[in-house]
């Protein structure tokens, strides 16, 4: 049976109280133990608990919520298969799958960020609720709530004209950019030649099944950088998660390598060393793209591409889950221009005529 717990109440966090929460567990000991550390913060509160997910879409008819933390194995309809429409429901709230089934691979992580999740968080078994786990859970949320709620005016800065003949994409994202990424790529068609390097802030453990998502999503070929691999035409190629991705030039064409050096943004994999060799190699021939992420790993290879002539696009604040990476880049009158990831993707496409 479907329980709420706590106020039923419409109230959506502002600067003046906490940001709504809305829990989505079938366990009871969960939901509980969730409830409760949510309520021991100071800036969030439990709107409501539910334990399926058809209860929970019921009450987002009548009520707006911040942020939904949804489990993936329960009865009935299962989280994986309900985010999508918990998403729209939400109306804008950041869902945060917090799941035991995310430790069992990295498959189900990628495939809830790419259906739109904001984030994922591994649940401990129910003896294991901690003080570290609590820590982690608060903060997951306040990066969320940070992000939320602010939405810009729809708008384009800069050129919205195809941008220059280009021989090389590289896009750069973080938390929320494999939603963004995937909403991209499955604007340009098969047609579309021009190789296309990711760097997204991933562990090492997610690179393979995340590098046979964006081959699905992009229909084409993609495959996890190794030292030395030729960039290809119709190809894509994700940056490991243990290593950057930079390109070096050929006799006959362009390369990875893969290097291991302290980023100043402090990721790894990083989008600045890749965005600064792509200015190095491709010049005015790249185009560069940043989505989604906290924080402004990409904002100073950015400088580098536009001082070379290249053109950046960066993702806009509305449609981002956290708009660290593309506000640095946009703030920093380095983008070229700024718009939702599908137009992005339409926009690259129009290259050559490929749209």
Known sequence: MAHASLADTGFSGTPAGPAQVLIVDDSVVARSVLGRMVEGTRRFRVAAAYSDV???????????????????????????TALPDMIAAGRGAKVLIVSSAAEQGAAVSVQALALGAADTLVKPGIGAFGGRFAEVLEERLSRLVEAHGHHDVHHHHGPVAAPDDFDLVAIGASTGGIHAL????????ASFQVPIL???????SFMTYFATQLAVLGGRPCEVATDRMRIRPGRIIVAPGDAHMRVVRMSDGAAIRLTHEKALSGCMPSVDPMFESVAEVFGNRALGVVLSGMGRDGCEGA???????????AQDRASSVVWGMPGAVANAGRASAVMAPDEIGRLIARRGGAA
Not at 303 to 313: E, F, N, Q
């Open 54 to 80: 058809r209860a929970a879409l019921d009450y987002l008819k009548n009520h707006s919520v911040d942020i939904i933390l949804l489990d993936i194995e329960m009865p009935g309809i299962d989280g994986l």
């Open 198 to 204: 990711v760097t997204q802030h991933l562990p090492p």
């Open 303 to 313: 400088k580098d591409l536009i001082d070379c002539g290249a053109r950046v696009l």
């Open 182 to 189: 995937s909403q991209l790529l499955r604007a340009i068609p």
